[in-house]
């Protein structure tokens, strides 16, 4: 197998290649990052798999980050991301969090119980619209509803376009409907809170039992968590997987892009508003709210899209002055440091 096949099962295209420099086609490695330490990150190259150690100069690398190594296997730089998936870290900390990079498709994945939630597949859409990925909508467990048309209409309530598929995560025959996606190079990342079937969904796309699985708890059909790091698989046929730990609290920042995006029915009509500056509350020539009372919208999905908007706006503004003040202090201990050499020289 020749280097550029190698590197193509790895997810590598052009768009990785044009920035590369001639002297570093030659005598550069291209890598990508499988799995991420606290301390170290685990790269595949077209010559092997190395252990790279972090160290505090590198840039904040994520799995399916492609780096140049020289031929010690030494860091040389990142390359510029194609996608990216983040979010504000959970809690109360001021930080953003980087999911994954260079994602081609997101699976976000659901099931059809108690658990299914339509607030919650319109947070994970606005994330893979922001990073510029193609969303598909796996609804998993259609062997244990009675109901599963009942599932896809409400998901497709969202958006007529959004491409839904209905399977058994456990049957390999049944998410045989996933091998548009499933293919050579391409890189997907499953999204979605815990239990609802991404590691099954993953071990029979390995056809093993690779991905540890846990049972739902029976009250209120959610799962306990099973996958605790991130790390990219690579599936027989050549595509590659990124299987992320269950995510419940995802508060998005930084996302405009993305929410407009996933409500975009919602922004074609808040576009005709007689304000520029309309809120949808009981403003005068509100089409938001004309559209509402036509049943042309539905009430939670406006509800959804105003909380996730003050929620982006917060969250964006918290982490720019978190930034700024970061900024601010670094140039501060910049000039104390040269300050003191000052004084030291005299």
Known sequence: MTTIDTLGNLGWQPFFQQQLSLDEWDTALPG??????????????ASG????????????????????LDTKQHFIRLLDRKTCFSRKAAGSKLKRQLISS?????????????????????RFLSLANEAGAEPVLILTKNDQTQTPDYYIDQAHSLDSNLVVESINSLDRESVNKLQPWVKKGNTIVML?????????????????????????????????????SRSLISLSNGGLVLDTPGMREIQIA????????????IEQFAMQCRFNDCQHNSEPGCTVLEALD????????????????????????????KRASDKALSKYYETTQSQSLKLKGR
């Open 32 to 45: 990508r990052i499988i799995e991420q330490h606290k301390s170290e990150i685990l790269v595949s190259t």
């Open 49 to 68: 798999i190395f252990n790279i150690h972090l160290v505090p100069t590198m840039p904040q690398m994520v799995v399916g980050d492609w780096i140049l």
């Open 102 to 122: 260079n994602i081609d498709t997101a699976f976000i994945v659901s099931s059809m119980n108690k658990d299914f939630n339509l607030n919650r597949i319109e």
């Open 192 to 228: 979605g809170s815990s239990g609802v079937g991404k590691s099954t969904l993953t071990n029979t796309l390995l056809e093993d039992a690779q991905q540890t699985t846990s049972d739902i708890r029976a009250d209120d059909a959610k799962g306990r968590h099973t996958t605790t």
């Open 254 to 265: 930084d996302c405009k892009d993305g929410l407009a995006n996933t409500f975009a029915d």
């Open 294 to 321: 036509k049943g042309e919208l539905d009430q939670r999905r406006l509800m959804n899209y105003k909380k996730l908007l003050r929620e982006e706006a917060l969250n964006s503004a918290s982490l720019s002055e």
